[in-house]
């Protein structure tokens, strides 16, 4: 079935350095990808997204890249800061007559000051 | 609270017991889903609804009911089949429109946990 792996489980970072999550889908009819941070205790919430037909989309200090032939999309977070520590999920939707979220296992971002 | 609210915030289910989880929503959102979130698994789907009288099975439904009878409610009822209750369950809505129904809502949990 449809699956979408997601790594590092954990990353931990020094305040100022960048993060890389990276995730792999498996069913190609996805066409969209977005991506959910869960802040300890807190609902999960969207803070980025990219389409199929497109390969890049940068918001402030997030980014990121889908590699379609390799079915890859990944995350960059850029001059991290102490409140980017979260869980960050990935996910990805193909519009089969309705929307299925399939979310990656998470990833627990630490950024140390 | 974003306009999707679950109650309670802590429940405790007893040997043999049904419960309830509430799910509430005011964005007039067609599509409902229940997702169970355990540590270091991410976000598993356990039903949906797309539509008002009508909901599906997602990945791990067993042990677990719905019902869609208005637009607004989504409730969830863990059943006494339900052997390992014990998690973080998040309801969720969108839209059904293409362009923006694939954004997911979150409303802020119920933990759920076996006496």
Known sequence: GENVEQHPSTLSVQEGDSAVIKCTYSDSASNYFP?????????????????????????????VTLNKTAKHFSLHITETQPEDSAVYFCAAIANTGG??????????????A | DGGITQSPKYLFR??????????????????????????????????????????????IAEGYSVSREKKESFPLTVTSAQKNPTAFYLCASSAKNRGSGEKLFFGSGTQLSVL
């Open chain 1, 35 to 63: 991506w959910y941070k869960q802040e300890l205790g807190k609902r999960p919430q969207l803070i980025i997204d990219i389409r199929s037909n497109v390969g890049e989309k940068k918001d402030q200090r997030i980014a």
């Open chain 1, 99 to 112: 929307f299925k979220t399939i979310f990656g296992a998470g990833t627990r971002l630490f950024v140390k």
């Open chain 2, 14 to 59: 007893k040997e043999g017991q049904n419960v309830t989880l509430s799910c509430e929503q005011n964005l007039n959102h067609d599509a409902m889903y229940w997702y169970r979130q355990d540590p270091g698994q991410g976000l598993r789907l356990i039903y949906y609804s797309q539509i008002v009288n009508d909901f599906q099975k997602g990945d």
